[in-house]
């Protein structure tokens, strides 16, 4: 599981990588699947409104009326039509790379195990809403999905009498079923809206909506697919005659083909282990669960930073229970905490400077401590010799930086990026343990903790607080976000900044120099 | 990479976005029948008579049962498998004793069966036992068919309708 995981997260960081090279990166569509799959949604619903407006809801009428939207009023029920099918056609595809890119970044396991059990069955009802759908045009497809759909159903011996025989002839036809139908298709969509929902309850600020110029893209796709490739109906259903050939769509009926030849012990008994596994995967072994953040009060005032900057809604601002003068507190829910340590990289007291006081930030990851980054920095530190030393700070996604050490050049791994407090930059700078500061983790927009890019980006920026201070030269330091393949583009990266460095560390070298001159040549000053 | 240039493939690969969901939306076309060939359909649902036959109770026996079970006959649950037979030409299609369902047996026999025969003229015949008797047939049907590729021939049964329905 581990060894498919980690090459299909290489796969999605290669993908994303080269999109990037021509999307802007808020813009890659392979990092806005989410919010591509709600914009699909919106788009269905609109056109699903207009056209049924149109659709004669009996099952004798209702080819033609569809044949009437395609045909009579193409320019605008057809296109609705059009922009309904094609806008399911990518829904299901987005979701399906949503899910795998899911798993491949390992966010379905540990806190992350509400959304990924919840989207289980949305993924269904997705399909059986699209499946319905296809249901509801009586042509030679849907009669092929309706009597395969209910043969399949009939495998399960729970049926009285055999579905399928509503679709034996003609004769035998009944609009009820056709009626059943086009409930389902309708009520599946909004229980499934329902329970996206609660799939985004554990994510803060979950980004639903795709930039503008995304959708405004997405949706130029879907009109200039709709007015030049609209979609058709196929012959119209008969009874009477086996739907031998039809045209498929492949992104909901991929499996059709299977249900029909294979026998029904092994599509329903393969089909209750798959889904069985994919709700039990956030518990399947091998478990991982790293130590939940951990508040210290003593250390804490309750500035509530790590509050607004949890990606996981993890914290929540209690009322002070220690007695000291300040009014709230943070509370650590250990169920949605994922151990991302974006709370201790923004506490305002993870701050390395103290030698007296002992560092102790007022949260922190236990496994991963603050103190234990300091340590690291030093021993990194001490390590590095030359004009040119570069002090690497690397998330636990980034590059693989091994062979990137030397004389001059020390790696520090954290969790997260975001868990770095921006004072250690400074400290690095101003100790002069190195000349030079560079970070790097997953790619832009792609953070594996969702925010951690985002705001070290901001507090470097002095956007956000704990903002890197003023003091701090920036040409010193140097952000490249590499993604976990990026390591040839990071030392590329890493080489540049060595060189633009020379210029600063030279700069700052002649200035210190200049400094002592000055003061060793006039004493009072 | 210049402005132009990044515009260029981002329209690209929508393009080939567009063009892949066009495509796979209704291709390739899936054949998943023989061509030339017709289809006959047996589907159907029937009760069939009961194993031991329902025995007539007395006016007395129906006055000593609990006001809210009384009923005229007593029955036992289990019913006689039904045999059925498809003869196509002359020759056996399809020749099977179905079941009661139920835990008790006490359901109806059903049956579901896609049968691909060649076109062309045909002398189907189906015939059905559902009682006791040894030998022979409570029901049976002949009828002549010219079947056309990919028709597809259904054969019903009710016993209310007085037998096999051929459509
Ligand atoms: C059309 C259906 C779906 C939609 C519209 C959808 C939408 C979303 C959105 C908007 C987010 C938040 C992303 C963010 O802002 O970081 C999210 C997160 C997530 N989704 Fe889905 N989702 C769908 C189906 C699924 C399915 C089928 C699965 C897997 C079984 C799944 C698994 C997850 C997981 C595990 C997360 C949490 C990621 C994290 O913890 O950071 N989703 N989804
Ligand atoms: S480590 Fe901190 S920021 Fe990350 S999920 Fe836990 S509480 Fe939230
Ligand atoms: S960021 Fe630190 S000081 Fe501020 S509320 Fe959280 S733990 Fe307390």
Not at chain 1, 56 to 61: H, L, Y
Not at chain 1, 63 to 75: C, D, L, N, R, V
Not at chain 2, 31 to 38: K, S, V
Not at chain 2, 127 to 154: C, H, M, W
Request: proline share 6%; aromatic share 12%; hydrophobic share 45%.
């Amino acid at each position: 599981m581990s060894i498919i995981r980690l090459m299909l997260g290489n796969l999605f960081d290669m993908i994303e990588r080269f999109l990037g090279r021509f999307f802007p990166s808020q813009w890659n569509p392979m990092l806005n699947l989410g919010a591509l799959g709600f914009f699909f949604y919106w788009i269905i619903t609109v056109s699903g409104i207009y056209v049924y407006i149109f659709f004669d809801t009996g099952v004798n009428n209702a080819y033609a009326s569809i044949e009437y939207m395609t045909h009579e009023q193409w320019y605008l029920a057809g296109i609705m039509r059009s922009l309904h099918r094609y806008a399911s056609d990518l829904l299901i595809i987005v979701m399906m790379i949503h899910l795998l890119r899911e798993f491949a970044r390992d966010r379905y396991r540990g806190a992350h195990w509400f959304s990924w059990v919840t989207g289980v069955p949305v993924m269904v009802m997705m399909f059986v809403a699209g499946i319905s759908g296809y249901w509801l045009v009586w042509d030679k497809l849907a009669q092929y999905v309706a009597i395969v759909s209910t043969e399949w159903l009939d495998l399960l011996p729970i049926f009285g009498e055999p579905i399928a025989r509503n679709f034996l002839s003609p004769d035998a036809l009944e609009s009820r079923f056709f009626t059943l139908m086009i409930f389902i298709h309708i009520a599946i969509p909004l229980i499934a809206l329902a329970i996206l929902w609660v799939h985004l309850q554990r994510v803060s600020k979950p980004v639903i909506n795709p930039p503008r110029g995304l959708a405004i893209s997405v949706f130029g796709l879907l009109m200039a697919l709709s007015l030049f490739y609209p979609a058709y109906s196929q012959p119209p259903a008969d009874l009477a005659m086996v739907p031998a050939n039809v045209g498929l769509d492949w992104f909901y009926l991929p499996l059709y083909p299977l249900l029909e030849t294979l026998p029904g012990s092994v599509t329903w008994g393969m089909g209750t282990c798959f889904l069985i596994i994919l709700v039990a995967m956030p518990w399947l072994p091998p478990l991982k669960r790293a130590q939940p953040a951990v508040v210290d009060l003593d250390n804490c005032n309750g500035c509530e930073r790590c509050f607004s900057d949890c990606p996981y809604d993890a914290i929540d601002m209690v009322a002070r229970s220690d007695g000291r003068a300040f009014e709230r507190e943070p509370l650590v829910n250990l169920n949605k905490c994922v151990a991302c340590g974006l709370c201790a990289g923004a506490c305002p007291t993870s701050i390395p400077f103290r030698k007296m006081s002992k560092l102790s930030p007022g949260i922190d990851l236990p496994d991963n401590t603050i103190v234990s980054l300091r340590d690291q920095v030093e021993l990194v530190a001490r390590g590095l010799v030359g004009p040119r030393r570069i002090m690497v700070f690397n998330c636990g996604h980034g590059p693989d930086l091994s062979g990137v050490s030397s004389d001059n050049v020390g790696v520090v791994a954290l969790v997260c990026i975001g868990q770095l407090p921006p004072a250690f930059i400074d400290y690095v700078l101003s100790r002069d343990l190195a000349d030079g500061v560079m970070l790097t983790g997953c790619l832009e927009n792609s953070c594996d903790s969702r925010k951690g890019i985002d705001w070290t980006n901001a507090r470097l920026a002095g956007q956000r607080d704990p903002h890197l201070r003023g003091r701090v030269e920036r040409a010193r330091v140097e952000t490249f976000w590499a993604g976990s393949t990026g390591k040839t583009q990071f030392s590329a990266a890493l080489n540049k900044f060595a060189d633009s460095l020379d210029a600063t560390a030279l700069i700052q070298k002649a200035r210190s120099e200049q400094s002592k001159v000055t003061s060793e040549g006039k004493p009072d000053a | 990479m210049p402005d132009t240039f990044r515009y260029a493939s981002q329209f690209l690969f929508f393009t080939i976005v567009a063009v892949f969901v066009g495509y796979f939306s209704n291709q390739p076309v899936h054949r998943h029948f023989p061509e030339g060939m017709a289809q006959i359909k047996l589907g159907f649902a029937h009760g069939a008579k009961r194993k031991i036959d329902c025995r007539k109770l007395t006016a007395k026996e129906i006055a000593k049962l609990p006001a809210n079970q009384r009923r005229p006959n007593n029955c036992t649950r289990g019913r006689i498998p039904i045999h059925v037979q498809l003869i196509l030409d002359g020759k056996i299609l399809y020749d099977d004793l179905l079941i009661a369902t139920g835990l008790f047996q006490d359901g109806r026999g059903k049956v579901y069966r896609k049968i691909t025969v060649p076109v062309g003229p045909h002398t189907i015949t189906a015939r059905l036992r559902d009682s006791k008797r040894a030998s022979g047939f409570d029901y049976e049907t002949t009828r002549q068919v010219v079947l056309q590729p990919y028709q597809n021939i259904a054969i019903d049964f009710r016993a209310d309708a007085g037998g096999f329905l051929f459509r």
